[in-house]
C-alpha cells in the first residue's frame, strides 16, 4: 500500500454496474475515483445521469478517448461486450484491469464466437486473464494485471457446485439449474420488454434451452470436474430490482453436499451456508456483497437440492469487481464492502 | 337447464378463493349467489369484507350453520383443509359440491393424513368424489355430486405432463419441476410471512424437499403413467398476486412432446399449446381461466423444457371450480369465464 | 340495433388502450372486431404483439393507409396526439368515431396549441366533437358522430368536482388535486424512465407546476362554475400497472360535498360515492369500469378531502370509449363493461 | 471520546426500526451492540429473527427485564408507543437515550393523550427530552441525555416548511401535504391490511382529516411560526418498502422559498436542496440517511410546490437516531451513516 489512495477509473460509469461501482467507492477509504466515462452521456455530470450520487464530488463523464490512462492504478471496465479487448490492448502496462464484461471470461476463443457472435480480438491478452472469483482463484487474482469478473448467473451457480464438482459429491451428469434474476441485471437502455408495465405482476423464462452464461458455466464446471459438464439451465425474469436466485437439482446426498460446502466456505466472509435443511431467502442479501447457500434433502433417495442467492449488482458484478480489485491491490479483500443487507 | 338460474352459495366467501367466485358468477347468466358464509366475519356484508365487490347486490355473510340447503342447486366450499368432509357428510343428497380445499383430492386416506396431518373422516364419500381437471375427467365430473378441484400448482403440472405420461413421450423416472407462485396462493389470513415488506423486491423457495401438493402430483402422475411416479417439486413465492409458472425439466423429444400437447388440447377452450420453441409468461394469463404451455428443446441431448402457466385464483382455483360447476349442470363449460387476461 | 353486431375497427392496436379495447370488445355481443391496425407493428398478428390475446380469433395489424372505412360502423382512435385529426377529417361521414387522443378535447384551438405545441388542423370538425364523460354528456354523446374520450386524470378530477362546481358548494379559487397514476398511462414505447428498475421501488411526481391535463380541467371546471377556475394539479407515478388516484382538497363542507354527490351519481352504473367518511383503495376498481368516490372533513373548519379512483385503461380510457360507444350505437350503456374488479 | 467503544443496546430489536439500527451499529467504529431486546422473540438469535443479519456477530435477544442497563452507555428505544415512558424513568441517569416512539415528541401531554389516547407517565422527565431534528435542535441534542426522535412524515415535513415558516416567506395558514409512505413504516407485525396481496398493485389513503402526526406537526410548525398552525395532512400507501415523499402545495414565491432552504441546509451533510424547478424521486435517497427537497413555481401565480423525500426508516427513523445518538456522545454527526443510496 502506498500513502496515498489508488487512482480508479470507471469505464461505462452511466450503466446500473457503473453507478454501484460509484457508490462503492466513494466510500473506500484507499480508493479514489478519478475519471468516469460514459459514451452517449459524455459531458453531463454523474448528478444528472444518477442523482442519487449527486452529492457525492465525482468528476464528470467523459469520453474514453478523452482519458489519460498513465495516471491511473487500476480501472473498471463495464462497457459492453466487445468492447474491452480493444481497449485493454492498448492501454500502458501498468494500469490494472477489472473487467466487467463477457470478454476475457471464455478461454477458449471458439466458444467466445459461438455465444458471443464475434470474433475475440485479443487472444494473446486473454491467455493472461484470470477468472474473477476469488473463493477460488484468489492467489491467481492477487497477481493478476487483467482480471475477468465473473457473470451475476454464473457466480451463483458455481459457488454452490463448484465445490461439489471438485470433490466429486454430486453427478456431473445430472445438474439442473433453475435461475431467476432481477431486472437490473437487463441494464438502463430503454427496450420494450424491461418496462414496468411488462414486468411487473408476471414472471418469464427467457434464453430457453440456449443462453450466453452457459460457455462460462462449461467451461468452470467442466474443469472442476475433470470433465465435460453439460448442465441445463434456465434463466427467469423476477420482477425486482436486484437478486440471483438459482435453485439446483442435483444427485447426491444432501449431507455430503453441505459437509463439502460448508468444509469449503468456513473461512470465506462473503460466502455463508445455512444451516442444513434451511434456505435463504434473496432480500436476505440485497445490497450487500454476500452469497447464502442451502442444502435440502430431496424426498427421491440420493438427490438434492442447492439454493443459492447473491445481489447481483454486487457479488454479481460490482461487489465482485471490487473484491477483486482490493485483491490486485495488495488491500484487504473485504474493505469496503462490508455493508450488511439493506432489509426490507 | 331450468328456466330459472341455479341456485348458489359459497362456504367461505371471505377468503380470496371466495371473492373470485362471486366475481365470477356475478356475471354468470344462469347462476345466482343465495348465500354466504363466513366465520368470523359472519354478519358483516361482503362490501364491507371486499370492498371491490360492493357494487353487487349479494346476500350478507352468515355463518354455515345458519344456511338452509335446502334451496341450494350447488355450493363451492372453499373451507380450510379438514373442514369440508364433515360438512359434506351431512348435506341434503340433491347440493351438488365443487370442493376447493384438499379433502376430496386424494384417494387414499393414508396420503391424506401423511400429507395433512388428519384423519379422513368420509372415507365413504372420498369414494364417490371426481378428481376436478375437466380435461382429463370431463364425463365424470358431468355425472358427479362432489366434485374435487385440484390443487394451483397441480393443476398446472398436470396440465403439462399428464399428456407425456399417458402417450409414453417422457422418462416417468426423471421429472422435475420447478414451481413459482403468486401471493394470494397463501390466502388472506394475516400472517407475518405474507407481509408487503417480507415478499416484495424479494424471491424465496419453500416447502423444499417436501411439499403438500406432492401426493396429489404423486396420484395423478402414477395415474397416467401406469406406474409409481416420483418427482422432484420445489415451489417458490414470486412477488406478484396472481400466477404459478412452472418450469418442468423432463427426458424426451421437444418435438414429440409438442406434437402430443397440441394434439391433446386443439380442442380445449382454456388450454392453450405455444408455437415450439416459444414460452408463455405469466402475465399473458393473468385474470383469465387460460393455461398457456410451451416446449424447447434442451441443450441436453433428449431432453426438453416444458413451461406451463396459469392464474391461480383462476384456472388454479375459482374458474376451475366454476369450469367444473358449469359441467355438472349441464351449463356450457366456458359460461361466464370468457373474459380475456387483464394485461398489463 | 340491427341484427348483425356493429363492425368496428380499433386504430393503434399496439399500444396499452388498444389492447384493453380488444378485450372488451372481444366479449362484446353487438360489436364485432373488423379490422386493427399499428404503424410500425403493421404486418403482425395481434398475438405477436399482444400473446395475451393470442387465444382469440382478430384480424391481422395493418397500415391505416389500407383500411376500407366504408365497411365501418364506428372507429376507436387510440394514436398519438396529433395524428387523429387529419385523419377523422377525410372519414367517410357513415363512420363514427371515439377519439381516445387529446386531438378533440379542447374547445379553444389556442389552448390545444398551448398544451400540444401544435396548431389544429381541424378547426370545423372539433366544433362538431362532444366531450366524451357519459355523466354530463350522455345526450350529446348519444347523438354525437364524434366523441372526443376524456383523459384518464381529467376523468378522475371531473367526476369529483363537476357536481360540486355546477353546485356551488366548494369555493372554485381553492382546490388542490395530487393525482397519482399507474404506469400504464405512459403507453408502451421503451423509455428509460419508465423501466422498472427506474420506477419499482420507488416514487415520482412530474410535469409539476404545468402539465398538459390542465388546459382539458380548466375547460371543463370553469365550464361548471360559470367562471375560471384555476387548479392546483400534480401527478405522480406510483409504481403498479393501473390506476389513477385523485386527493383532492376543497374548500366546502363535507357534509353538503356528500350529498351532492350521493344525489348526483344516485343512478349511475359505473361512479360509486362510498360511505361518508370512508375512502377508496385504488385497488378495489382495478380492471373494472367503476370510478369510487370518497369524502372526508378536514380538520381544518370547512374544508373537505374528496379521494376519487378508477383504472387508468378502463374508466380513464377504453372502458369510458366503450361506454361513449354503446350511446352512440344506441346499445345499453353496460354492454361489455360488467365485469368486477379484478382483486387481488 | 473514549478509547473504546460506546456501549449500546437496542430495545426492541426484532422490528424493522430496531434491524436498521443493527445494520448501520454493525459498522460503527465506535459503537458496539451489547444487548438487544425483544419481548415475544426473546431467546432467539438475530440471525433466526433477520436472517439478513445472520453474519453479524450478535448477542441473543433477550428481555427488558434481564437487562444490565449500568453497563451501557446508550440505548436505543424501538419499542412501541407508552411503553417507553415508564422504563425510561426507571434508568440510570448515566445512560443516555434515543427514544424512537412518539412517547416524549409533544411538549404538551394533553396533546400526547388526545393523539395516543394514553396518559403521559413520565411529566417531567417529558420536560427534559430534546426534540430529535438535528438540523434545528442540534445544540439542544449535543448536551442532551433523553432525545425524542422525530416521526417519518414530521420529519420530512418539518426539513422542506420549518426554515420557510421561520423566515416568514409562506402564509402559515394555507398549508397542504400530501404525503406517501412506504409499508415498512407499519412495522412488522401481521396485518391484513399489510399483507402483499392488499398493497401491492394498489394506492390507498389512510388516517385522513385525522392522523396521530398532526399532533407534532402542529407543535413544531407553531413554534416555527410563532402563531398557531394549522395544516391539511393526508397520509398515504404506497407500494413500495421504503420511503416517505410529500408533496406540499403552499403560499409562497418559489424563489424566495428556494433561496431560504438553500441558505438553510447549504452547510447540511443529509439535506439536499434541488436545483430549482426540479424534483427528487423517492428512490433517489433510498437506503441513505439523506433528505432531498425540490421547489416547482406552482401555475397559480404566488403558490409553489415543495417536495420533500427521505428514506422512513434512515433518515425517518434509525439513521436519524443514530445521527442524533452520534451528537449525543460527542462524535461526528455523520459516523455511520456515509452510504450513498442503493439505487435501483
Avoid at 479487448?85 to 471458439?110: W, Y
Wanted: with cysteine; net charge negative; charged share 20%.
Amino acid at each position: 500500500m502506498t500513502d496515498a489512495p489508488f487512482k480508479i477509473a470507471i469505464l461505462g460509469a452511466s450503466g446500473y454496474t457503473g453507478a454501484e461501482l460509484v457508490r462503492l467507492i466513494a466510500n473506500h477509504p484507499w480508493m479514489e475515483i478519478k475519471a468516469l466515462t460514459a459514451d452517449r452521456k459524455a459531458g453531463m455530470t454523474m448528478a444528472e445521469v444518477f442523482p442519487h450520487l449527486g452529492h457525492l464530488d465525482l468528476p464528470p463523464l467523459q469520453r474514453i478517448e478523452d482519458l489519460d490512462f498513465s495516471a491511473l492504478d487500476l480501472i473498471f471496465c463495464a462497457l459492453p461486450h466487445g468492447a474491452t479487448q480493444e481497449l485493454v490492448s492498448k492501454l500502458p502496462e501498468t494500469v490494472k484491469v477489472v473487467d466487467l464484461s463477457a470478454d476475457f471470461r471464455l478461454r477458449n476463443p471458439a466458444e467466445y464466437k459461438k455465444w458471443y457472435g464475434l470474433d475475440h480480438t485479443a487472444v494473446e491478452l486473454q491467455k493472461t486473464a484470470v477468472y474473477g472469483l476469488p473463493e477460488f482463484y484468489r492467489d491467481e487474482i492477487s497477481g493478476a494485471r487483467l482480471v475477468a469478473n465473473t457473470g451475476c448467473y454464473v457466480a451463483t451457480s458455481l459457488l454452490a457446485l463448484l465445490p461439489l464438482l471438485q470433490a466429486g459429491v454430486i453427478d456431473p451428469d445430472d445438474i439442473v439449474i433453475d435461475a431467476k434474476s432481477g431486472v437490473s441485471g437487463a441494464g438502463r437502455a430503454a427496450k420494450e420488454a424491461m418496462l414496468f408495465t411488462e414486468v411487473s405482476e408476471g414472471f418469464s423464462a427467457y434464453g430457453v434451452g440456449g443462453h450466453r452464461h452457459m460457455g462460462e458455466l462449461d467451461q468452470e464446471f467442466s474443469k472442476a470436474a475433470g470433465r465435460p459438464v453439460l448442465c441445463a439451465f434456465t434463466p427467469h425474469l423476477i420482477p425486482i430490482n436486484r437478486a440471483i436466485f438459482a435453485t439446483i437439482y442435483v444427485k447426491g446426498e444432501a449431507d455430503e453436499i453441505h459437509q463439502t460446502l460448508t468444509a469449503k466456505y468456513s473461512g470465506e466472509p462473503f460466502i455463508h451456508v445455512r444451516a442444513k435443511g434451511t434456505v435463504p431467502r434473496s432480500h436476505e442479501v440485497r445490497g450487500s456483497n454476500l452469497c447464502h447457500i442451502g442444502v435440502v434433502a430431496d424426498r427421491r433417495p440420493g438427490r438434492s437440492i442447492v439454493i443459492s442467492t447473491l445481489d447481483n449488482l454486487m457479488k454479481g458484478a460490482s461487489g465482485q469487481a471490487l473484491q477483486n480489485a482490493n485483491l490486485m491491490l495488495g488491500l484487504p479483500e473485504t474493505m469496503g464492502l462490508e455493508a450488511a443487507p439493506l432489509f426490507p
